[in-house]
């Protein structure tokens, strides 16, 4: 675990966005990363990546997955191709690369079994996306850059690849492909899901980021349910689904005011899916202040979620 830089202690322990803040720290966990693979090779080599360690700002998800999974390391000139490739942060795309790749194929495996569908290769990754499905996440990208700049920002500097697959998902975030959002295609074809979706895994990323600073529970694993999931999870995934939820009905909010007049969810239901996010709130907070064993730092996000909690209306 990386020490948190004094200045950006705050932002660690906040739910909200402070997008300098969140680029410093995306920064410093990719450049952990970086030195892990330096570190792979002989000493006499070391030296001569010490400047573009310090460059890095994003490693691709095929870097991170292959440090995750302790790989053995790469050839110096593959790594040197690959911290130089992270000196820079491209807005997110979309995953148009080879469906073979192995950090895809492994990623979403790891999603299908975390959801218990074991060895089983039931998903899909798409590529082509459908028309309906891009006409959504364009309404979707336009809703969230006017309704919540900051947002935007953090989605963009978090998130590297939106990969759209078929099979039993809905979307997910998984830390061994960090930067990588999975999604089923036809849940995102229509423009409010794929508006909560960008905001539902930026947070999801957010908070797995803060927590390579820190620990906001001292017990994580034990049991508790959320709305967001029938089986009961452990504390820490009530922990996220309360730190999306309050990221999804501020998102909601904020769209609801920036777009008095119409904008591009008209005919969306926005009142319904308000209701469901602080519904889904006040659950996840009920289950965490009857279990929870929080940490110094975990009170003080707990202290700024019920903040973002009140102004939504949701009382502890």
Excluded at 93 to 105: E, F, H, K, N
Aim: hydrophobic content about 40%; overall charge negative.
């Amino acid at each position: 675990m990386k020490a948190i830089p004094a200045d950006l202690a705050e932002q660690v322990c906040s739910v909200g966005i402070d997008t300098g803040a969140t680029g410093r720290l995306a920064a410093t966990y990719h450049r952990s990363l970086a030195r892990r693979a330096v570190n792979k090779l002989d000493e006499a080599r070391r030296p001569q990546m010490d400047d573009l360690v310090r460059h890095t700002r994003r490693l691709a998800p095929a870097t991170v997955y292959a440090l995750y999974k302790g790989a053995p390391a790469s050839d110096p000139a593959e790594i040197t191709r690959q911290l130089q490739t992270a000196a820079e942060v491209a807005p997110t795309a979309v995953y148009d690369g080879p469906q073979d790749s192995l950090w895809l194929c492994d990623g979403l495996q790891e999603v299908l079994r975390s959801l218990n569908w074991g060895e089983e290769r039931v998903g899909t990754v798409i590529t082509d996306l459908p028309d309906k499905v891009s006409a959504a996440l364009e309404l979707a990208r336009q809703a969230l850059r006017v309704a919540w700049p900051q947002a935007w920002a953090e989605h963009n500097t978090l998130v590297h690849y939106l990969v759209f697959a078929q099979g039993p998902l809905r979307s997910a975030t998984i830390q061994s492909t960090f930067g990588v959002v999975y999604a089923e295609v036809e849940e995102a074809s229509d423009p409010l899901r794929m508006y909560e979706l960008l905001l539902h895994e930026s947070a999801h990323h957010a908070l797995s980021l803060r927590e390579q600073f820190t620990r906001f529970l001292d017990n994580p694993d034990t049991v508790g349910a959320h709305a967001l999931r029938p089986d009961p999870r452990p504390l820490r995934g009530v922990l996220h689904a309360a730190f999306v939820m309050c990221r999804m009905a501020e998102g909601i909010s904020r769209y609801r005011q920036s777009h008095p007049s119409g904008g591009p969810l008209d005919g969306c239901a926005l009142d319904e899916r308000y209701r469901f996010a602080m519904d889904s709130l006040r659950e996840a907070l009920n289950v965490l202040d009857k279990s929870a064993q929080w940490t110094e730092d975990g009170r003080a996000l707990r202290v700024s979620m019920q903040t973002y909690a009140e102004r939504q209306g949701v009382r502890s």
